[in-house]
């Protein structure tokens, strides 16, 4: 069956944008992984959903960070006024409660 | 604060060579640990996963150990080949309340033809 998906796969945005990531889990897995993989740092947790219960916000760096999940499927990950050192690669996962965790392909973005 | 370490940073082996990449982590309260690839501008693949009641898992020439109390899990991999070349990371979940993955530095493999 499909993987997750992530849209877009490249996005290059001028310093004090805002931009938005979108992520398609594997139809039926209730719980939604959103990290972050930059130079230097490594591979960062950022948001982790799971089903109707509050997600779990403690990765995001800041208040300019947010993320939602609509009718327990699609999630967007939305940065306001991006910065130059929020350029990484944005991953999302997605698991079938407690299993494997299933990751896209990513997206790339660059702030200049 | 749970820390994940992966030695060695860089690998470059010959092709046909068994190797074993290793991981160690600092807070033996795991729920479970998960070893993945990442090949250049991808994501990851799993390979394996371990559950920490478990000692190991195989997966065709893959074998993943898990030693909780000290800490350290290993990936073999057996008859290395030049397709096997690729970042691999460890990563482990604590489980309760928060199910968020920490991941270790990886291990980048070169497999040489």
């Known amino acids: 069956g499909a993987g997750v998906s992530q849209s877009p796969s490249n996005k290059v945005t001028e310093k004090g944008k805002d931009v938005e990531l979108r992520c398609d889990p594997i139809?039926?897995?209730?719980?939604l992984y959103w990290y972050r993989q930059s130079l230097g740092q490594g591979l960062e947790f950022l948001i982790y959903?799971?089903?109707?219960?509050?997600?779990?916000k403690s990765g995001l760096p800041s208040d300019r960070f947010s993320a939602e999940r609509t009718g327990g499927s699609v999630s967007t990950l939305t940065i306001q006024r991006t910065q130059q050192e929020d350029s990484a690669v944005y991953l999302c996962?997605?698991?079938?409660?407690?299993?494997?965790?299933?990751f896209g392909p990513g997206t790339r973005l660059l702030v200049l | 604060k749970q820390e994940v370490t992966q030695i060695p940073a860089a690998l470059s082996v010959p092709e046909g060579e068994n190797l074993v990449l290793n991981c160690s982590f600092t807070?033996?309260?795991?729920?479970?640990l998960q070893w993945f690839r990442q090949d250049p501008g991808k994501g990851l693949t799993s390979l394996l996963l371990?559950?920490?009641?478990?000692r190991e898992q195989t997966s065709g020439r893959l074998n993943a150990s898990l030693d909780k109390s000290s800490g350290r899990s290993t990936l073999y991999i057996a008859a290395s080949q030049p397709g096997d070349s690729a970042t691999y990371l460890c990563?482990?979940?604590?489980?309760?309340?928060?199910?968020?993955?920490?991941f270790g530095t990886g291990t980048l493999l070169a497999v040489q033809p």
């Open positions: 959903f799971q089903g109707n219960s509050a997600p779990d």
């Open positions: 139809s039926g897995h209730t719980a």
């Open positions: 807070d033996s309260a795991i729920y479970n």
């Open positions: 996962a997605s698991s079938s409660q407690p299993e494997t965790q299933y």
């Open positions: 371990i559950q920490s009641s478990q």
């Open positions: 990563a482990v979940k604590r489980g309760g309340a928060t199910n968020k993955l920490i």
